[in-house]
């Protein structure tokens, strides 16, 4: 393995915070610029927390390509590197198995067994070693310290606009379309259900407009999305994804679709009948369609702007 110039966290959003990083170990690199992070999440292993990601490690890889990282290393978390000492992790894992000449961390950072190990004496044990480590501070903004957390709880609240403003992108997720029950397409509303994967961050439930990207494609078409469980088709039914295009006829059906939730329009509502529920469909996509439009048109302004 060449030498490596290591930013190390969870990286889980990539905010301001999170960059300023990154930016330490991209440039004036002594190495091959590296983020590094554990999977599963620490928590998961130590206390059976479920910890849902923000961003996969698929999409992290991408993200962090155009801020100049090489590589992403997942360090394998379990009970034996949670019991490795401070002392241990920087000298074996950091220094000898990712040859680490150069090093970059939160003020938060915490490591090794019982989490002892903080950032200073991460700097004072891999120095000894001739390799240089840089303390980042916490960076605030209007409404306090920039995190993860804040990211996750905007999503939950369905606030898409103050999650894209702390990561700085729009937030996605990307799922593969699979067999329903084809209630939609008999009430006049076809929809894709679509299989997301488990790990991943999804925001409250409630009815979207969005935009969706099928495979990978440039084009973008403006949706409506239900996220949740069904409550007037089956009560019982678990929590799902559903994506209706707007005025298209396209046939989904093994395709993998990139969501882009833009606006939550309502919650969930249980409706008497299905014809109720098609009515108010109705009403979402006309208002769906108004909400991007004017999304779009203000993401011209600003463009022009600048």
Same mark, same amino acid.
């Given at each position: 393995?060449?030498?490596?110039s290591l930013a190390l966290g969870s990286f889980d959003g990539l905010?301001?915070?999170?960059?300023?990083?990154?930016?330490?170990?991209?440039?004036?690199? %002594?190495?091959?610029?590296? @983020? !590094? +992070?554990?999977?599963?999440?620490? #928590?998961? =292993?130590?206390?059976?927390? &479920?910890? *849902?990601?923000?961003?996969?490690?698929?999409?992290?890889?991408?993200?962090?390509?155009?801020?100049?990282?090489?590589?992403?290393?997942?360090?394998?978390?379990?009970?034996?590197?949670?019991?490795?000492?401070?002392?241990?992790?920087?000298?074996?894992?950091?220094?000898?198995?990712?040859?680490?000449?150069?090093?970059?961390?939160?003020?938060?950072?915490?490591?090794?067994?019982?989490?002892?190990?903080?950032?200073?004496?991460?700097?004072?044990?891999?120095?000894?070693?001739?390799?240089?480590?840089?303390?980042?501070?916490?960076?605030?903004?209007?409404?306090?310290?920039?995190?993860?957390?804040?990211?996750?709880?905007?999503?939950?609240?369905?606030?898409?606009n103050e999650a894209k403003k702390l990561m700085g992108r729009a937030? %996605?997720?990307?799922?593969? @379309? !699979? +067999?329903?029950?084809?209630?939609? #397409?008999? =009430?006049?509303?076809?929809? &894709?259900? *679509?299989?997301?994967?488990?790990?991943?961050?999804?925001?409250?439930?409630?009815?979207?407009?969005?935009?969706?990207?099928?495979?990978?494609?440039?084009?973008?078409?403006?949706?409506?999305?239900?996220?949740?469980?069904?409550?007037?088709?089956?009560?019982?039914?678990?929590?799902?994804?559903?994506?209706?295009?707007?005025?298209?006829?396209?046939?989904?059906?093994?395709?993998?679709?990139?969501?882009?939730?833009?606006?939550?329009?309502?919650?969930?509502?249980?409706?008497?009948?299905?014809?109720?529920?098609?009515?108010?469909?109705?009403?979402?996509?006309?208002?769906?369609?108004?909400?991007?439009?004017?999304?779009?048109?203000?993401?011209?302004?600003?463009?022009?702007?600048?």
């Amino acid at each position: 393995m060449l030498p490596t110039s290591l930013a190390l966290g969870s990286f889980d959003g990539l905010h301001a915070g999170h960059l300023s990083v990154i930016e330490k170990i991209t440039k004036d690199t %002594k190495g091959v610029p590296t @983020v !590094v +992070s554990f999977w599963p999440h620490p #928590r998961e =292993i130590l206390y059976g927390e &479920a910890r *849902l990601r923000i961003d996969l490690p698929s999409e992290k890889t991408f993200l962090l390509e155009p801020f100049g990282v090489k590589q992403l290393v997942l360090i394998p978390f379990d009970r034996s590197l949670a019991a490795l000492k401070a002392e241990d992790f920087v000298m074996e894992m950091l220094l000898k198995t990712l040859k680490a000449r150069q090093i970059a961390v939160g003020a938060n950072f915490r490591f090794g067994r019982n989490r002892e190990g903080d950032a200073i004496q991460l700097k004072e044990l891999a120095e000894r070693k001739g390799v240089e480590v840089s303390v980042l501070p916490i960076i605030n903004d209007s409404n306090g310290r920039m995190s993860s957390s804040r990211i996750r709880l905007a999503l939950q609240k369905g606030l898409l606009n103050e999650a894209k403003k702390l990561m700085g992108r729009a937030y %996605k997720f990307s799922g593969k @379309v !699979v +067999s329903g029950k084809g209630i939609g #397409r008999k =009430i006049g509303w076809p929809t &894709a259900n *679509l299989s997301v994967d488990g790990r991943k961050f999804l925001p409250g439930l409630g009815v979207y407009a969005a935009w969706a990207w099928i495979n990978d494609q440039k084009t973008k078409f403006p949706s409506v999305m239900n996220l949740g469980p069904q409550p007037t088709v089956d009560p019982n039914a678990p929590s799902a994804v559903e994506i209706h295009l707007l005025n298209q006829q396209i046939d989904l059906r093994e395709c993998e679709l990139t969501i882009e939730p833009v606006e939550r329009l309502r919650g969930q509502k249980r409706f008497k009948d299905l014809d109720e529920l098609s009515c108010q469909i109705a009403l979402d996509a006309e208002l769906a369609n108004t909400q991007l439009k004017t999304y779009e048109q203000q993401i011209e302004i600003s463009t022009d702007k600048h």
